[in-house]
């Protein structure tokens, strides 16, 4: 070491054990003055005596303790070194002898076994074939979706969806298989139109939130049974079937939906609940637009869809999700063409909300001569008009409601001009809001009462819109692209009135939500047998299983087509 080097090594900055060392050798060694000493090191005489203090009893630490140094070997990697190079040599992976490690008893991580092996001169392992893993659990390859390899084996399983089979007799009922047809769906030849829609609706019709989700039920033979093919399609299928249907088919699909309704009661259109719904997008997509979500309170990317609802049987029988800004306000008349196509005449009455559409198009709707029912917005000059009426100009009514808490409110009629065509509006108080709500329609013939009944039995699609979002799913986005919204919403429509329909068949259920009709009585497993002549299904016990034993599905045969006109039977 030169005197450079020297030099440095002494003029570095001194730790606090060593100032101490050398303050202390200087005044007890050499004898310096206690002053001379604390001014030389960085001490005030004070703290230096308090050092001394602490020195003679014995408090400070040695100056020359021998630090214990750390254990040199990992105990746990010393152990089971020689297991891990066995296992290497075998051919595991670090992943693999980490997992036979834990099962031994003696878990050691990843990244400890990675440093054995280095330390051993072992080169990670190349990919390998399955063939060439430890065996162990994984996943099973199913068979690959292909109406040519069905067939009805004769046998007995046992299927977790079994409450699906309730749904085929009205499904061939309403003859189902002609929509794919008739709306000229995709298909082919291992998979064909009606069958991707059955599968489609399956998932609907069980409350499957998304379509990769049916990935947990591809070995329920129950499932592909009701789809009518060997193997229900994969969640890969769904995803690519449904980007390939068009706005215009998703029309067809309803309009030929509508015709085979024309003999059922199902819609009768006497008066029809319209609201628009925002499907929620959470990401970045050039063509998803910004719409306000009453759920959030807020704007955000989402999908505006359309939807109806018939007020009477509460089935939805309208859905669009194709609509742009500036198009909300025209929405209105495409469906009534639509209906108008179907059913060969104007819907009878409309109701809806002050947000679906504006002043101009109420004018239209009244020259149509089509009834409507809306509110209005309470704006500060229709509020203060309102504050303004004397006391003498309010009637009371009497709502002959008996579960209803508000039955005396408050009414106040008037003749109003909006644009070019006068209408009746209400102000009406004490209905259980905070401020008064406002009433406009062309309806000239019916009473206070009845137009007040009526707007409140418009909260039926509100709870509708809930149950969907709930149990229906019509939130879950898998994609950003419209089309399959579009798609997703007419199934929403047919899943809808297949709910419908089953409600009606079971006592006390006709006014259930869709998701309480599963909980209770489609969420069952059942046993399937198959034989030469039928396939017999029965169910598992439970609570509401006399219900539906009641409903008149059981022990009446139905010719299902997709299965080449084998009998269905439901047996007790």
């Not at 750390?70 to 051919?91: F, S």
């Not at 291992?190 to 609706?201: C, F, G, Q, T």
């Amino acid at each position: 070491m030169d005197l450079t080097e020297c030099r440095r090594f002494f003029e570095r900055p001194a730790t606090p054990s060593q100032r101490q060392y050398e303050a202390l050798r200087a005044y007890f060694i050499e004898g310096l003055a206690s002053a001379e000493v604390a001014r030389r090191f960085g001490y005030t005489p004070a703290a230096f005596r308090m050092l001394c203090y602490e020195f003679r009893r014995g408090q400070l630490s040695d100056f020359f303790a021998v630090k214990r140094t750390g254990p040199q070997q990992q105990p746990k990697k010393g152990k089971v070194q020689d297991i891990v190079v066995a296992l290497r040599k075998r051919n595991y992976s670090i992943y693999d002898i980490s997992h036979a490690l834990k099962e031994q008893g003696t878990p050691l991580g990843t990244t400890a076994v990675r440093e054995i092996l280095a330390e051993e001169g072992f080169a990670p392992l190349p990919r390998r074939l399955d063939e060439e893993r430890p065996v162990g659990v994984g996943p099973t390859t199913e068979a690959v979706a292909d109406v040519r390899n069905f067939a009805l084996r004769t046998g007995e399983f046992t299927t977790r969806l079994g409450g699906l089979f309730l749904f085929i007799p009205d499904m061939i009922r309403l003859n189902l298989d002609a929509l794919a047809k008739g709306a000229n769906l995709p298909g082919s030849r291992m998979i064909p139109a009606e069958h991707a829609l059955r599968a489609s609706l399956a998932l609907k019709l069980w409350s499957i939130e998304r379509k990769s989700h049916v990935m947990a039920l591809v070995a329920d033979e129950g499932l592909a049974m009701f789809c009518g093919l060997n193997a229900v399609p994969k969640r890969s299928f769904l995803s690519e079937y449904s980007s390939r249907i068009t706005p215009q088919k998703v029309s067809q699909l309803l309009s030929h939906w509508h015709t085979n309704l024309a003999e059922e009661t199902i819609l009768a259109g006497k008066s029809i609940n319209l609201d628009f719904h925002s499907v929620p997008y959470f990401g970045a997509h050039p063509v998803v637009e910004s719409h306000y979500l009453s759920k959030r309170s807020r704007r955000q990317p989402s999908i505006l869809t359309f939807l109806a609802q018939d007020a009477d049987s509460q089935v939805f029988c309208y859905s669009n999700a194709d609509i742009r800004k500036g198009e909300e306000a025209e929405e209105i008349f495409r469906f009534i063409k639509f209906w108008e196509r179907r059913h060969g005449s104007l819907p009878q009455h409309l109701v809806f909300d002050s947000k679906l559409t504006n002043y101009p198009q109420l004018d239209r709707l009244d020259q149509q001569g089509v009834i409507f029912m809306t509110l209005r917005r309470r704006t500060r000059k229709l509020l203060a008009e309102i504050s303004d009426l004397p006391p003498s100009a309010w009637r009371t009514v009497n709502l002959d409601v008996p579960n209803r808490k508000y039955r005396t409110p408050q009414v106040y009629e008037q003749k109003v001009r909006l644009l070019q065509r006068t209408f009746r509006q209400f102000f009406i108080k004490d209905l259980g809001h905070d401020q008064p709500t406002i009433l406009l329609t062309n309806d000239r013939k019916s009473t206070a009462v009845q137009l007040i009944l009526r707007y409140a039995r418009r909260m039926l699609i509100e709870n509708a819109l809930a149950d969907a979002v709930r149990f229906f799913h019509i939130d879950a986005l898998s994609s950003s692209v419209g089309l399959k919204v579009d798609f997703d919403m007419a199934l929403l429509v047919l899943a809808s009135c297949l709910y419908r329909v089953m409600a009606g068949r079971m006592r006390g259920y006709s006014d259930a939500q869709a998701r309480q009709i599963f909980r209770d009585l489609i969420d069952m497993p059942a046993q399937v047998n198959v034989t030469d002549r039928e396939v017999r299904v029965k169910f598992h016990r439970r609570a509401h299983l006399p219900i539906v034993l009641a409903s008149g599905l059981f022990n009446k045969p139905v010719n299902v087509p997709w299965w080449n006109d084998r009998p269905l039977r439901l047996i007790e």
